[in-house]
């Protein structure tokens, strides 16, 4: 199981939101590129970056931190965050994003992503999946689309994608652990995706739990940042 770390990124700074609400905002770190450089130094060989900015504004805010970790780490990035048109598209590539993650503009635009998924390949684009109980969200998690998790997986499958980044918003940042038993069900439904697990992972044991269940990666985020997760204690899994 993929090991990926999380960045995300509010006016050029390393910060974690709790269960997706910008209000409750914590600023760990004012230099992403150190803390992405800590995280290649630990062995660790991907970086979800979200551009919260970004996602406010419908368009990129912070290529300029992309940029600056593709230029000074070997970390193959996935980025997201206001990523709604084709010109937004090749900028994220351009800043050194290898893949992108199309979350609200999955939900709004099908066909846009169709094409992307055409064009750039599912190993470049990925879905970004951010549910609350049964339901997608969107527009930086600020709404409620009609779109089921289950509903939207089938729908990207049969257009292409493979990978999905499946975030429970209602447990993202709040150290409570993931919703393995969502994941559980998402695995034996959809047995050709690949599911990423975002959102509450807390413990060593979290990831041995989600890696048992057949997970295709884990994103870490806050627990790495508050010490519930160690960089040393990931080395099983690198």
């Known amino acids: 199981m ?3 770390p999380a960045i995300d990124i509010i006016n050029g700074q390393c910060v974690r939101l709790s269960a997706g609400d910008f209000a409750r905002q914590t600023t760990y770190d004012a230099d992403p590129v150190a803390v992405a450089q800590r995280f290649a130094d630990a062995g660790l060989k991907r970086l979800h970056l979200v551009d919260l900015d970004g996602a406010r504004a419908h368009k990129p805010v912070n290529l300029a931190v992309l940029e600056a970790i593709a230029r000074h780490t070997s970390l ?3 980025a997201g965050g206001g990523i709604q048109t084709d010109e937004a598209l090749a900028q994220v590539f351009n ?3 290898r893949h992108v993650t ?12 169709q094409r992307w998924l055409a064009t750039h390949g599912a190993e470049a684009v990925f879905l970004g999946a951010d549910f ?12 409620q689309s009609t779109l089921t ?13 493979t990978t999905f980044i499946c975030t429970d918003v209602s447990k993202d940042g709040l150290l409570q652990g993931p919703a393995q038993r969502t994941y559980q069900q998402l695995v034996q439904q959809f047995p050709k995706a690949r599911f990423v697990a975002s959102g509450g992972v807390t413990t060593i044991a979290d990831l041995e739990a989600l890696a048992e269940i057949g997970m295709h990666g884990a994103i870490i985020g806050k627990a790495l940042y508050e010490g519930t997760i160690a960089l040393p204690d990931l080395r099983q899994f690198i």
């Open 76 to 78: 193959d990035i996935d």
């Open 2 to 4: 993929e090991i990926i």
């Open 132 to 143: 609350k109980g049964a339901h997608i969200l969107i527009n930086a998690w600020a709404e």
């Open 149 to 161: 998790l289950a509903g939207f997986i089938e729908q990207y499958l049969l257009l292409g994608a």
């Open 102 to 113: 199309a979350g609200s503009l999955a939900v709004r635009e099908p066909a846009t992503v």
């Open 95 to 97: 800043a050194g994003a």
